[in-house]
């Protein structure tokens, strides 16, 4: 079956090439802002479950909410929009008794973003994207939530790709440009979405371009299931992801040398999303946009970077921050790599 190969990979790779390129910035946290209540969050779904945190069902109860704070990210100058669907998932949405609502959730998430970076583009012709964003789920592949039972798993593989699927379907439905796999806790859960991404691929026959975001859960540089940086990207690059790169884990100082590490050997765009700073006492980010534009910057300058923004507690002016730091500052070109073999367990080999 012949793919359609997608026009919006090449034209993300010529913006990339003559600048470096911002992605928006926390979504939950914004929300936090407007003091939503059960009403505003359930609307008149009737879900037998309380809504108050589901912030992806907010595509269809409140979408001012979601299409105000898109709004806000492509006006502070960022170049891509995540959509707000990072749970929008069957098993997660099965925690608000809203698993039948996936399909409808995610399509009109998409529609939003979609809408709203068409109507920036129009105002200046600058290109804008949509990413489709899928988070991990609560459920891991590779570890048992059982310390009785090392072998115990929640879920197994084919069930995985097939939530995925039904959530990147309906991503590319309505609109997502690329299908971001972000978070990855669990390299394997990342590898099933990759799967699901190519089985839509072969259903819609057209190229759906992946890009893949870990998250480190201690300083030693390691997701939840144990990968390393280095071995995590030698496990997912056959997927040919337009972008790789570290999102949330900590702030901007803490993943300097990860950074470095990745841009030395990823032969794609490195896309990276700190957290604003580290949380205080209270689960607060205090980090000042100024600060956290300042620190990544450093990354735009090593030339270790091509696409920039914020995780957890940042903010329109933390992107309208980083805008103007990188701003003319020259594109991170892609490394030339030696065709080696490369391996990866939970560390990575080379096979030279």
């Known amino acids: 079956m012949t793919i359609t190969p997608s026009a919006a990979r090449a034209e993300l790779l010529a913006q990339a090439k003559q600048r470096i390129l911002i992605t928006d910035g926390a979504f939950g946290t914004e929300i936090q802002n407007y003091g939503l209540s059960e009403a505003d969050y359930a609307g008149d779904l009737g879900l037998a479950k309380d809504q108050k945190g589901n912030n992806d069902i907010l595509a269809l109860t409140k979408p001012e909410v979601p299409e105000a704070i898109h709004r806000a990210y492509f006006a502070a100058g960022a170049d891509i929009a995540e959509t707000n669907t990072f749970s929008a998932n069957r098993i997660s949405q099965a925690d608000y008794a809203a698993e039948h609502l996936v399909r409808e959730i995610n399509v009109e998430s998409a529609k939003l973003a979609r809408r709203v970076a068409d109507e920036f583009t ?196 933390h992107i309208a921050a980083m805008t103007r730091a990188v701003s003319g500052l020259s594109a991170r070109p892609l490394p030339a790599l030696e065709p080696v073999t490369r391996l990866a367990g939970l560390e990575p080999f080379l096979f030279a």
């Not at 997912?236 to 949330?248: D, K």
């Not at 990823?266 to 607060?284: C, F, K, Q, R, S």
Request: overall charge negative; charged content about 20%; hydrophobic content about 40%.
């Open 122 to 317: 129009a105002q200046d012709g600058r290109p804008r994207f949509v990413a489709g964003a899928v988070g991990p789920t609560n459920k891991t592949l590779s570890l048992s939530p059982d310390v009785n039972d090392p072998g115990f798993r929640e879920i197994d593989w084919d069930h995985l790709v097939d939530v995925y699927a039904e959530q990147i379907e309906a991503l590319v439905e309505g609109g997502a440009d690329f299908i971001l796999i972000e978070t990855v806790f669990d390299t394997l859960n990342a590898k099933a979405g990759v799967m699901a991404v190519r089985h839509v691929e072969q259903k819609l026959g057209r190229e759906i371009p992946i890009m893949l975001s870990m998250t480190l859960t201690d300083l030693s540089g390691r997701n939840l299931s144990g990968h390393t940086v280095e071995a995590f990207w030698h496990a997912v690059r056959h997927a040919r992801p337009i972008t790789i790169g570290l999102n949330c884990s900590f702030g901007a100082t803490q993943l300097r040398p990860h950074v470095k590490v990745l841009s030395e050997i990823a032969d794609t765009l490195i896309m990276v999303y700190p957290n604003a700073g580290l949380p205080n006492e209270l689960g607060a980010y205090d980090e000042l946009p100024e600060t956290t534009a300042g620190l990544v910057k450093e990354w735009a300058d090593a030339g270790q970077v091509n696409i920039l923004g914020g995780c957890c507690g940042s903010t329109p002016a």
